[in-house]
């Protein structure tokens, strides 16, 4: 199948180099707004951990007094046009009015101004005209030209190597590794001691010669997403588990859980940014049942979508022992020289 699509891959590269020589030629031109800009996106499509390195950013400059927004497209949520998650001071939508991942940042930062918006420059404007902030972080935004950033920041999972892989349809990349020539940075998740910094120069070299920066995730606590206190990973590990997503990375969830030492007994995926029924539950239910599990772990982005569902969240979530890791961003490698950007754009410096 994979090959049989690869005819629409070719297409699809064609639309997009043209599309992106309207920019470089100067055709579209990028609108730049009064407030630095600082982009996280990839080059793939899923599960390459974007998230926790915006709100490693969104940490960072909050701890330097600074008021900071993020503004992303709010994934498949049910709205349109721009909508406040959260004006700073108080999260206002649920999952499916403002995205999973938007409201999971809203939640974790409470002081941090959140907007979704399909298109990015209209998006910032209102959100400078109305919060009038010091910077935005742009989740996801590598592709979206029309707002100009002084900061590129490109996301790639260290546990993959997508040199050889296909364009989308038949294979996961939204763009070709020389559009890496537009990136300031490249940010590997998922990596660890094995993971070398000079092997994935030597790989990017022909498309990338800027610096590489690497990091891991690191579980701060588990949490009950229906009253978000936390509680130790020693308190749940020796249970066993049901695992559950919908995420673009299933598979490195559940192994995540096995490598910190969870016995998961079973595990079910659902599609990316999935809205979870009344029915899913009585599923995971039935599956623990079988399974013999005791409790079920999923992620804090599911969090977010289950507790959206009024059903779910008022005849569930109090009964059924549900947890989420949350997770914070360790910098293995460069974290020096990222900090020293990221505070260089604040400065006016970064080109």
Not at 203 to 232: A, D, N
């Amino acid at each position: 199948m994979k090959y049989l699509l690869l005819p629409l891959s070719w297409l699809y590269a064609l639309v997009i180099e043209a599309r992106n020589k309207t920019f470089d030629w100067g055709i579209v031109r990028s609108e730049s707004v009064d407030v630095p800009v600082i982009s996280v996106g990839n080059i793939t499509t899923g599960g390459t951990g974007k998230t926790p390195l915006v709100e490693y950013i969104v940490k960072h400059f909050q701890n330097k007094g600074k008021n900071v927004a993020v503004i992303a497209r709010g994934y498949k949520r049910s709205s349109r046009g721009v909508v406040i998650v959260s004006d700073g001071s108080r999260v206002l939508v649920d999952a499916n009015t403002g995205g999973d991942e938007p409201v999971q940042i809203a939640h974790k930062f409470p002081k941090a101004v959140v907007v979704v918006g399909e298109r990015r420059v209209e998006a910032a404007r209102v959100t400078i005209d109305r919060f009038a902030p010091d910077l935005i972080i742009l989740d996801d935004g590598f592709q979206h030209r029309h707002l100009r950033r002084d900061l590129n920041i490109v996301v790639m999972s260290a546990s993959k190597d997508i040199v050889g892989e296909s364009l989308l349809p038949s294979g996961s990349k939204r763009e070709g590794l020389k559009a890496l020539r537009r990136a300031d940075v490249v940010a590997l998740s998922r990596a660890d001691s094995s993971t070398s910094a000079g092997e994935w120069s030597n790989k990017l070299h022909p498309w990338f010669r800027g610096p590489i920066v690497m990091f891991q995730y690191v579980t701060e606590t588990f949490c009950r997403p229906i009253h978000q206190l936390p509680v130790s990973a020693s308190a749940i590990a020796m249970k066993p588990v049901l695992a559950f997503s919908g995420i673009g990375d299933h598979k490195g969830f559940v192994r995540s859980l096995e490598s910190s030492g969870f016995n998961v007994r079973d595990d079910i995926r659902f599609p990316d940014h999935h809205s979870y029924t009344f029915d899913d539950m009585k599923r995971i239910t039935s599956n623990m049942k079988v399974a013999k599990a005791e409790i079920c772990v999923t992620t804090e982005k599911d969090s977010m979508r289950l507790l959206a569902n009024d059903e779910i969240r008022e005849k569930v979530l109090n009964a059924l022992p549900v947890y989420y890791p949350r997770l914070t961003v360790e910098i293995l490698h460069n974290a020096d020289v990222l900090n020293t950007m990221l505070d260089r754009v604040l400065e006016g410096k970064a080109s």
